[in-house]
């Protein structure tokens, strides 16, 4: 795709802009998050929609795993219709979506319009930063870069602070209706501000790519969740999806090596700061968006909180983000995208670790105090890798490159919480099983689902100690998650010190 160069030159009209797109990118990264506070109340049989923990990661899976796929194609409309048609669109699907899935009535139901809320998200994002960079000029951008970067994180770390504040006086529900008057904000302020940049050249849409892609991640993600049941991980309903969404995924690498108009396109990661920046955004964020998962349950199960609290213990994490992103341009200019990078991935790393030392008498504002460090740490981690990745690819190249990058982080969220939610669910499932001799067997299956449908248990059987057993199950089920998203984000700093050193340092 060939681009002209079209800066708003006028500083407020820039702002304003720039204050669209980030609105709208805001309100798409929000909801890979306003769900988790919510899960609790699907998950209860009588307020909900008596999900299990399985289903419960598929209501947020569901979300990321489009958004994820469907962002290849949506960067290929926004560069073949113009960014502005492409945010209008996905904006217009993004309410259509949310509003069905207010009133869904079952989990299948749910997932479903997940989806479709994912193929409004998939447009807007590519759309969002296009608009962000090509609106302008050359020395103004890595401000908007970092700006629009905050959005991105601080929406996923808003979401359950949101959703909290809903939940508190209304319905579930509740927390996707709140994507209509922003979404409708955001459109009027596309008709007043945002200008129709020019497209020289119209890239075609790559449907091989889309389905190949999208049928990929679906195996292997739904593999990924099934190993949490109870099936065992050498069942053929866990193989067969897992390898079979591999094999798909190659396909689809090989396919656009050689596809002329790739919407992903793989030749990008020979680049290698290109491939270093994309990948370690994939660890932040698979860090970060699995832990929310968890977090969730931990403030309103184990420690008691209402929505509401949970989302406010929960809410530093936003502030800190946004402090890390706006300090972190200074910070790399002071020292070097390798060494800010660096030290945000290793205090990243001890925040995810430090729940082994969580438990029921935490207190609440210690919590608080490390999602503020993990959000600040985060921040020196995205904005130096997304501006590394980006700095790498000629002007051409922009669009297709920031589909790969957001593509990556939703990539990066979407296993965040499948393999969490497998661990989470395996681990607790066998810490659980010995407190359930005696009930019988429909109250045990339901008791295994989730914490909150053992406490559910624990109420109709006239069971009290299956509290404190399901508490304790959860709690080793919470450290072990949590100790391994640590090691695994380790491979973060690999990748730091292996590509992201050169321009910069």
Partial sequence: MTVTNDPVARPRIWSAVLGVAVLAQTVAAMDNSVLNLAAKTLADPVAGLDASTGELAWTISAYTVVYAAAMFAGGALADRFGPRWALCTGLAVFMVT???????????ELVL?????????????????????????????????????????????????????????????????????????????????????????????????LVLSFGGLLGVVYGVIQIGGDIGWNSPSVL???????????????QQSRSRAPSFDVRLFLRRRFAGGGLVLTVAFFGITGQLFYASFYLQDVLGLS???????????????????????????????????????VVTIATLASYLVFDASTPVAVFGLMMLVQGFSMGTVVVPATTAAMDDLPSDRSGAGSAVTSGLRQLGG???????????????????????????????????????????????AGRPELVEAATSAYLHAMRVTAGVSAVLCLSGLVLIAACLGGKSD
């Fill in 98 to 108: 949310s509003t069905l899935a207010a009133f869904s009535v079952t989990p299948l």
């Fill in 113 to 209: 319009c997940r989806g479709g809320m994912g193929v409004g998200a998939a447009l807007i994002t590519p759309a969002t930063l296009s608009i962000a960079l090509r609106a302008s000029e050359p020395a103004q951008r890595p401000k908007a870069v970092a700006i629009w970067a905050s959005a991105a994180a601080v929406g996923i770390a808003i979401g359950p602070v949101v959703g909290g504040l809903l939940l508190s006086r209304l319905w579930w529900g509740s927390v996707f209706l709140l994507n209509l008057p922003v979404s409708l904000i955001c459109l009027v302020g596309i008709g007043l501000w945002v200008p129709r940049l020019h497209v020289e050249q119209r890239r075609s849409l790559d449907w091989p790519g």
């Fill in 240 to 254: 067969l999806p897992l390898v079979a969404g591999l094999a798909l995924l190659a396909v689809f690498a090989v």
């Fill in 307 to 345: 929505p509401l609290g949970a989302g406010l213990a929960i809410a530093p994490t936003a502030i800190g983000i946004l402090a890390g992103n706006l300090w972190a341009p200074a910070l790399v200019r002071r020292f070097s995208v390798r060494k800010v990078a660096s030290v945000g991935m």
């Fill in 414 to 460: 979407t296993l965040g919480i499948a393999v969490g939610s497998t661990i989470l669910s395996a681990w607790y499932r066998s810490g659980l099983g010995p407190a359930l001799s005696g009930l019988p067997d429909d109250l045990a299956r339901q008791a295994v689902g989730s914490v909150q449908a053992a406490l559910s248990v624990a109420r109709t």
